[in-house]
C-alpha cells in the first residue's frame, strides 16, 4: 500500500489578497497530511513518529494551479519516496477529479524529514519498525515539472 488519500480541510483564512490559498498555507496543509499519515505508525505497534521525534529538514513546492476555499476537504496523496538511515522523503500531491476523471493538480510538493532524538535533540536512526512501514509506502518520485539545480 503505497499512496494514501488523507483528505485535508481548506479554511477561509487559508486564503489570500489574491483569492486563492496562501503559499505558506499549503505548507500547513501538508503538515496536517504528514501528521495524520504518520499516527499509522502506531496501528503497527510502534509509537507516531510524532512521539518518538522527527523533524522536517526540507520541502520542494511546485504551484500548478489555484486552491481556493471550499466547505469539501481536498484530497491529497501522500507517499514516500525514499528511506535513508535517518532521513525519508515524502511526496504529496493536492488535487481533484472530476466526473469524467480528469484530474486538477494544485499542488506537488516533497518534504525531507529526520529522524530526531528530541532528549538529545539531534538526528536518530530510524527504527526497524519506522523503516518498514515507511518502505510500505514507498513509490514513484514527485513527478515535479522542473528539478532543483
Known sequence: MAKRCV??????????????????????????VRVHAFEDLRDHGGPSLLESGVVVARHEVEYLAPLVWR???????????AVGGASFEVGYEIYDDDEDGARTVYVRAA??????DLGTGSA????????????????EPVPFRRRSR
Open 7 to 32: 483528505p485535508v480541510t481548506v479554511r477561509w483564512s487559508d486564503m489570500d489578497a489574491f483569492g486563492h490559498v496562501n503559499n505558506v498555507q499549503v505548507l500547513r496543509l501538508l503538515e496536517e
Open 71 to 81: 466547505l469539501a476537504p481536498v484530497p491529497t496523496d501522500i507517499w514516500i519516496t
Open 124 to 139: 536518530r536512526r530510524l527504527s526497524d519498525t519506522e523503516r518498514d512501514v515507511l518502505e510500505s509506502w514507498t513509490d
Open 111 to 116: 518534504t525531507t524529514c529526520v529522524a530526531y
